[in-house]
């Protein structure tokens, strides 16, 4: 099957490293020209620059795509690759803006047959790969609790195009999110509160919440974009808990204990290669799935993003 990345940035250079480590033959299509001799002295891969619509212009859409670009670009290049033919795209997290590009991607996919899986790389980290070996060890995660604060003077000052700052909950934020309802399961019943405002995030700046997720897991959470913090999740079973702080890490505390202990990963790759991503582009070059956000799962996910961020709050006013 062909393959194109969609992309010359940072993030293309770290599929790149993992697609040559496998021996994946590939495509690249990039925009601009600084970009493009970035990667390519970086990879040793040329670049086709001009855009996608460009590309298209001049070859068929390949069979499958990995689409890693910027928030704001996500979407469009998403579903232009649909309506083209690709039946198959890996897209970067979290598959655009806002909840409406993201089911215009869904809508554009179920028209085409085609599939979208989101990239939620830390799905495929070492050490959720031994927290799920753990969990269903111990018959399953009992509770949860987790904290994704984000760095407001760092974020603050960053060039980025508009709507992407005032998204951050879903464009950031989400890779902690995501994890821990993947490992707990997403919220069927729960509350939700938010305080204070930033320039650059109206919606909120502190969050907190609280419920049981569909596997009957009690959850809740905290962050306050305004103080000092880092993302972590806690993750208890009737034998264990389980810490990612960082999240590349996993350290367990034993029932009748209090000692925590850092466990020895298998993470040879997550060292090599940005977390996670090895894994997650073996997987789906191999169409093996059970791991991925699909696009559908993600347009029901943003239902409980949207009301986690206050996004709904502000659009109502």
């Known amino acids: 099957m062909s393959l ?18 496998l021996k994946q033959k590939f495509g690249v299509i990039g925009r601009g020209g600084a970009s493009a001799k970035k990667f390519e002295l970086a990879n040793g891969v040329s670049v086709n620059v001009g855009g996608l ?3 298209l212009a001049v070859s068929a859409a390949p069979d499958q795509a990995i689409v890693a670009v910027g928030v704001d670009q996500l979407a469009g290049l998403a579903i232009e690759l649909i309506r083209r033919g690709t039946r198959r795209i890996l897209l970067e997290k979290p598959g655009g803006l806002n909840a409406a590009e993201i089911s215009a991607i869904a809508a554009s996919a179920r028209e085409h047959s085609a599939t979208v899986l989101i990239a939620y790389n830390r799905r495929f980290y070492a050490s959720t790969n031994l927290a799920r070996e753990f969990i269903d060890a ?24 508009a709507g992407v700052k005032e998204s951050w909950f879903l464009a950031n934020s989400t890779h902690v999110v995501d994890l821990a309802f993947h490992l707990c399961g997403f919220p069927k019943d729960w509350r939700v509160w938010h305080s204070g405002a930033l320039d650059w995030h109206p919606s909120a700046a502190r969050f907190c919440g609280s419920g049981v997720t569909d596997r009957g897991v009690l959850f809740s959470y905290h962050a306050d974009w305004e103080a000092p913090g880092r993302w972590g999740i806690e993750v208890l079973t009737r034998k264990r808990r389980l810490i990612f702080r960082p999240m590349e890490q996993l350290q367990v505390v034993a029932l009748g204990t209090t000692r925590m202990d850092s466990v020895p990963l298998n993470d040879a790759q997550d060292r090599e290669f940005k977390p996670g991503l090895h894994g997650q582009v073996s997987a789906f070059l191999a169409q093996d799935d059970q791991l991925f956000c699909t696009i559908d799962e ?11 961020a206050g996004y709904g709050h502000i659009a109502s006013l």
């Open 53 to 55: 619509t460009s590309a």
């Open 4 to 21: 194109w990345l969609i992309g010359a940035g940072e993030m293309a250079q770290d599929y790149a490293k993992v697609l040559l480590h």
């Open 138 to 161: 111990d018959g399953g995660a009992t509770s949860c609790t987790f904290e994704f604060t984000e760095w407001s003077h760092v974020i603050a000052p960053l060039a980025k195009p």
């Open 298 to 308: 993600q347009v029901s996910h943003c239902a409980v993003y949207d009301e986690m």
